[in-house]
């Protein structure tokens, strides 16, 4: 039942969050006041059909821009969004995951990604989106979106192709940068079809920021360590291949819940959790109903 | 402490976004949207 609230979420956020149809007809995009407002996931401005702004493509723009070196604004969304939920929004509302996800249905021999390249994602965010676009800048000061313009095959996905398919002037521009991201695109694809979710993991900034949030966040994971048989069944569907009974709240954790279903003890448990009290608020209201029940 | 530390980030974040919304960010960030952003598709 998770899986399905869950598919129809990314579903959903994926058509709603890019619903602009007209975008897509004419090779243009939406530019209302809603694009002032960021998307939680990573999802594309440039996309015909977006209705608001990638988190990370506003990051590096406020700093590429001559005013302000961070954007206040978008950390403090990105912090409010983290804080929620830590990487919910991975595994629940991020088009570019869910995209992965369904890759990695296509039959094919799976892998593991080594454990380190779990790292190189901060790597792209210290250096692409916050470092370079702020400081490494032309004569006049405006820098670049560095991640976006080198790095990110979202963009290319969501607005490089549609966008040049429907719009000739953009089509007649395009030179080495396009194929090299079409290059980087079809290399994110490949690696999708072998490995669970790759870029979430390795390259993704957006996912990078939002865990550092896990440990802290006010929807939680928990194991119930009395339950708990250490069998490995939540490992073994783990998309992101962590042993959750090791850290509930690993940074690497998108809280898809796979391993909440799969539990054959049912040790494992997701939600609002308080910290102080260690329980989830549905065990609370469960409890509450067996009281009540005693009452009788 | 983490039950504290997640009411501090909740009020640190809405007073980051107020900061940014008084020093005129929400008008930056919709003028890169609204136009189409070369470097993003491959082009810029």
Request: aromatic share 10%; charged share 20%.
């Amino acid at each position: 039942m998770a899986r399905i609230k869950r598919r129809i979420a990314q579903l959903a956020s994926t058509i709603i969050g890019n619903g602009y149809m007209e975008g897509f007809a004419k090779g243009t995009i939406y530019r209302g006041k809603l694009k002032s407002v960021c998307f939680p996931g990573l999802n594309c401005y440039s996309c015909p059909g977006a209705y608001t702004s990638c988190p990370i493509g506003s990051l590096q723009s406020v700093a590429a821009g001559l005013k302000h070196q961070v954007s206040l604004y978008v950390i403090g969304f990105l912090m409010l969004v983290g804080t929620i939920g830590g990487r919910l929004v991975c595994g629940w509302l991020c088009p570019f995951g869910f995209f992965q996800e369904l890759l990695y249905k296509i039959p094919s021999k799976k892998f593991k990604m080594p454990k380190i390249l779990n790292k190189v994602k901060y790597f792209f965010l210290v250096v692409f989106v916050l470092l370079l676009p702020a400081f490494f800048t032309n004569e006049v000061g405006i820098g670049l979106p560095y991640f976006c313009k080198y790095i990110c095959p979202a963009g290319t996905l969501e607005a490089g192709i549609p966008l040049t398919i429907k719009n000739a002037a953009l089509r007649g521009a395009i030179g080495i940068m396009y194929y090299w991201k079409l290059m980087l695109l079809t290399v994110t694809i490949i690696f999708s079809i072998l490995i669970s979710r790759p870029f979430c993991r390795a390259v993704c900034p957006l996912g990078a920021i939002y865990s550092l949030f896990n440990s802290v966040s006010f929807y939680r994971m928990s194991v119930d360590g009395t339950k708990c048989t250490k069998c490995n069944v939540c490992n073994k569907n783990c998309p992101v291949d962590i042993k959750i009974y090791e850290n509930a709240n690993s940074p690497e954790c998108v809280r898809c819940g796979k391993c909440v279903d799969r539990c054959p003890t049912k040790a494992i448990k997701s939600g609002f959790i308080s910290e102080k009290k260690g329980r989830l608020n549905h065990e609370k209201i469960l409890d509450a109903s067996c009281g009540a029940d005693n009452s009788h | 402490m983490k039950e504290k530390t997640k009411y501090i980030l909740l009020l640190m974040s809405f007073v980051l976004i107020a900061m940014g919304v008084y020093r005129g960010e929400v008008k930056e960030v919709l003028q890169k949207a609204i136009n189409i952003c070369l470097e993003c598709i491959g082009i810029g």
